[in-house]
């Protein structure tokens, strides 16, 4: 979000957002494209722990992400993608109240310098059958090469009675 647009510029440019985020986990997750998306092969990858299938997840609006399967466990390893990395900071209020946060929060809005998109990289890891399918249980998020977000997952239950692991079989 810009500092200084207005609301329905801001709002449409989340619901932007929103799809292409939703659309790179449907790909990362499902191996699917999302509504009013593509998928292309991107060619292959070398990395010095192996190669990987590039697919290219598109849209209207041009490429939306780059997955990369491992090509000998045909397992989703790391997803490429820009967007725009949310700055966090820590606010500590004063015991003189309200009006401190009301002008930090004011100042950080005026002051704040526009944001640009920035290479994203997600990957997936520690992968954990549930009922027989094999899904990530980590995640992690990296904004150039400082780790940005983690995502640890407990436990993954799959609410389909009839998505099992012989669904994904390759048929004659």
């Known amino acids: 979000m810009r500092p200084g647009g207005n609301?329905?510029?801001?709002?449409?440019?989340q619901v932007k957002r929103l799809r292409a985020e939703f659309a790179r986990y449907?790909?990362?997750l499902?191996?699917?494209?999302?509504?009013?998306?593509?998928?292309?092969?991107?060619?292959?990858?070398?990395?010095?722990d192996g190669r990987a299938d590039v697919l290219v997840l598109k849209?209207?609006?041009g490429v939306v992400a780059r997955l990369f399967i491992d090509q000998k466990?045909?397992?989703p390893l790391m997803m490429t993608y820009r967007d725009f990395a949310m700055r966090m900071k820590t606010l500590t209020p004063t015991a003189?109240?309200?009006?401190?946060?009301?002008?930090?929060?004011?100042?950080?809005?005026?002051?704040?310098?526009?944001?640009?998109?920035?290479?994203m990289q997600m990957r997936f890891s520690d992968y954990k059958a549930e009922k027989g399918i094999l899904l990530p249980h980590l995640i992690s998020i990296t904004v150039g090469d400082k780790p940005y977000e983690e995502w640890e997952l407990k436990s993954v239950k799959v609410n389909s009675p009839d998505l099992t692991a012989k669904k994904f079989e390759k048929g004659d």
């Open 96 to 119: 003189s109240g309200r009006g401190d946060i009301d002008k930090i929060v004011k100042d950080a809005q005026s002051n704040a310098p526009m944001r640009e998109e920035t290479d």
């Open 7 to 13: 609301e329905q510029q801001n709002s449409e440019e």
């Open 26 to 28: 449907m790909l990362a």
């Open 59 to 61: 849209n209207g609006n």
């Open 30 to 48: 499902f191996l699917i494209p999302s509504p009013n998306s593509s998928i292309e092969f991107g060619g292959e990858a070398e990395a010095p």
């Open 73 to 75: 466990t045909h397992r």
